[in-house]
């Protein structure tokens, strides 16, 4: 990755997520990011998450990357982060949406402190359904990580 290049890629792996997909790209979309490039690689699913990306593609600056066969998930975090040209990338889960607001906050920190090398933000546990889990086991859990 140049160090010239500019602008954001937010790399998604994708796999059997089709259900949920949507949700995330659509938050994705609505950050309003000048330069924002996004990165799907599709690990083999067996679900309609294909076809959930392609019907993204005129919506967003989508560059879909369909695997035959399916690699491991940390292999295919690594390869959708090494797709991206930005120069900041942003690994995003398929599932996770993305908060109003929250890349125009990271990218001021990126661009304010050339010093820091990875930065996290926090993210809400969403259900298979996507909803976001308020109680129980998995928020609490979810709340003392974040």
């Given amino acids: 990755m140049s160090e ?9 792996p994708v796999y059997n997520k ?3 997909l949507g949700r995330t790209l659509e938050s994705i979309r609505r950050q309003n990011i000048a330069h924002l490039e996004v990165v799907a690689v599709n690990n083999g699913s067996m679900d309609d998450s294909l076809k959930v990306l392609e019907s993204w593609r005129d919506r967003l600056n989508l560059k879909i990357f369909p695997l035959s066969k399916t690699i491991s998930a940390p292999e295919n975090w690594l390869l959708a982060l090494s797709l991206g040209t930005g120069k900041f990338l942003k690994l995003q889960l398929a599932d996770d949406p993305i908060l109003d607001g929250a890349l125009t906050a990271l990218l001021a920190v990126l661009h304010h402190e050339p010093t820091v090398g990875l ?5 809400l546990p969403i259900d298979d359904r ?8 998995l928020h609490d859990y979810w709340s003392s990580i974040n």
């Fill in 119 to 123: 930065a996290c933000g926090n993210s």
């Fill in 130 to 137: 996507g909803e976001i889990i308020r109680t129980g086991v």
């Fill in 4 to 12: 010239t290049k500019g602008g954001l890629s937010v790399c998604i």
């Fill in 18 to 20: 089709a259900a949920l």
